[in-house]
T-cell receptor
Framework: AQRVTQPEKLLSVFKGAPVELKCNYS??????LFWYVQYSRQRLQLLLR??SRESIKGFTADLNKGETSFHLKKPFAQEEDSAMYYC????????????FGTGTKLQVIP | DAGVIQSPRHEVTEMGQEVTLRCKPI?????LFWYRQTMMRGLELLIY????????DSGMPEDRFSAKMPNASFSTLKIQPSEPRDSAVYFC?????????FGSGTRLTVV
């Protein structure tokens, strides 16, 4: 069974400080990993996906298959980064079913 | 493209009433997903469709919940009868490949 674990419900950092949102997964095959962001009372939006190896809004995430992790990082937090962040994983069923973690609320303190 | 469209945005209903949530996926997306979001449980997948066919409804909490997708451009999630513990934000999402596009959600309050 696939599972996504985000150990922190809330992460508070000061503006300008580095951010790392943790995500670990369990999956028997080759996973596709994503990060989604949800700003206050808005829809979830795709932030980035590991296959793209991109940096969005200064965020990056590297898939570490040895540690089964996909942590989200940003070197300098900004106030507008405050939001809920969800790590997610697709299955191999061919229907793009995505399993989400429970989410981490990032609070950037001015 | 207007994205995934959900209606209504907000719904307040009394316990015991029937509630119907609606979703219009992005044209050309062949997969559609219904999620429920609560503070306690986060995002829970309720059911998903591929090419209008229900693939997995194991997340539907009880028989009070049902979902249909009569065609490629429309899906409904129905709760009958509704209960206060059904209060949540219900998201619809559609996909045709990598990643989802979510709708704005329906905030349901059952009093």
């Amino acid at each position: 069974a696939q599972r996504v674990t985000q150990p922190e419900k809330l992460l508070s950092v000061f503006k300008g400080a580095p951010v790392e949102l943790k995500c670990n997964y369990s999956y028997s095959g080759s996973p596709e990993l994503f990060w989604y962001v949800q700003y206050s009372r808005q829809r979830l939006q795709l932030l980035l996906r590991h296959i793209s190896r991109e940096s969005i809004k200064g965020f990056t995430a590297d898939l570490n298959k040895g540690e089964t992790s996909f942590h989200l990082k940003k070197p300098f937090a900004q106030e507008e980064d405050s939001a809920m962040y969800y790590c997610a994983l697709t299955d191999s069923g061919g229907y793009q079913k995505v399993t989400f973690g429970t989410g981490t609320k990032l609070q950037v303190i001015p | 493209d207007a994205g995934v469209i959900q209606s209504p945005r907000h719904e307040v209903t009394e316990m015991g009433q029937e509630v119907t949530l609606r979703c219009k996926p992005i044209s050309g997306h062949n997969s559609l997903f219904w999620y429920r979001q609560t503070m306690m449980r986060g995002l829970e997948l309720l059911i998903y469709f591929n090419n209008n066919v229900p693939i997995d409804d194991s997340g539907m909490p009880e028989d009070r919940f049902s979902a249909k997708m009569p065609n490629a451009s429309f899906s409904t999630l129905k709760i009958q009868p509704s209960e206060p513990r059904d209060s949540a934000v219900y998201f619809c999402a559609s996909s045709t490949g990598y990643g989802y596009t979510f709708g704005s959600g329906t905030r349901l309050t059952v009093v």
